[in-house]
């Protein structure tokens, strides 16, 4: 999944003053460990169980206990605190660390118990197997980069939510409308492209019929949505980077341009 050039924006540094969940995991504070722990959770559980799926081509029940068990001995052991932003990206980072527990626990022959004893984890395996049926067969080319792939997904459709989210607590329902429809359902080109789809762009002047709105609401609305789709979506990925050189690289990724 990809945006289109509207959502880059102008460039926003990293900043120096907010502490990032990949710091915050080798925090000696108790609290603010378990709080990006969280965070981190949330990002990658999907990239997790759908990678041992497809890559290491384990059946569901394995593969969630298997998601289970990687973090819960990610969170005892603290894992994450040894990831050094010199050397690679962090999700790099993390899919090696689950590579090789999975490995460790092929070797040990034994299966890992769900949490682990150590941490619960609430993670709503029903959804990504549905997801995973959607997506269908996958070739190995694909089946390599699924855990990167799955990642993109996963930021921005958890922005598309923060963004939702936003929308109803401003009493802008209406925003979001016009960002579902014209972005989400039909109109992004770029969207399309990255999912495989090929069809016409809506016009604006469809999106305002269809939503009983002006073609100048349209315009407004679109845009507001955009610029805070944009700032959601920052904000994220500074919670899951660790340098500012890190934290562009991702921008880049998911947004096709510097931050």
């Not at 029940?61 to 990687?70: I, N, P, S, Y």
């Not at 993670?123 to 959607?134: I, K, M, N, T």
């Not at 399309?192 to 789809?197: E, I, L, N, T």
């Not at 500074?238 to 921008?251: L, M, W």
């Amino acid at each position: 999944m990809a945006v289109d050039s509207s959502i880059r924006g102008q460039r926003a540094r990293f900043p120096a003053t907010r502490r990032s969940a990949v710091l915050g995991v080798g925090s000696e504070n108790p609290a603010e460990r378990a709080r990006s722990f969280d965070i981190l959770v949330r990002a990658y559980w999907k990239p997790v169980y759908k990678h041992v799926r497809l890559r290491w081509n384990r059946a569901a029940e394995d593969a969630r206990d298997l998601t289970q068990g990687f973090f819960a001995r990610a969170f005892e052991k603290r894992h994450f605190s040894n990831y050094d932003p010199n050397k690679a990206l962090f999700r790099t980072y993390m899919k090696s660390c689950l590579d090789r527990y999975v490995m460790e626990v092929a070797r040990g022959q034994k299966r890992e118990k769900r949490g682990g004893g150590a941490v619960r984890l609430s993670l709503d395996f029903e959804v990504a197997e549905s997801e995973l049926a959607q997506l269908g067969p996958q070739n190995p080319d694909s089946i390599e980069s699924c855990f990167d792939a799955e990642w993109t997904r996963s930021v921005l459709a958890a922005a598309v939510d923060a963004l939702e989210a936003a929308c109803a607590e401003k009493g802008k329902e209406v925003y979001f409308a016009v960002f579902r429809r014209y972005v989400l359902d039909g109109g992004d080109a770029a969207l399309d492209a990255s999912a495989g789809r090929k069809r016409a762009r809506l016009s604006y002047a469809t999106v305002a019929k269809e939503l009983g709105i002006s073609v100048h609401d349209v315009t407004n609305y679109l845009a507001w949505a955009r610029r805070e789709f944009r700032s959601i979506v920052l904000s994220k990925l500074r919670d899951i980077t660790a340098t500012d050189e890190e934290y562009r690289s991702e921008v880049r990724a998911l947004l096709g341009a510097d931050p």
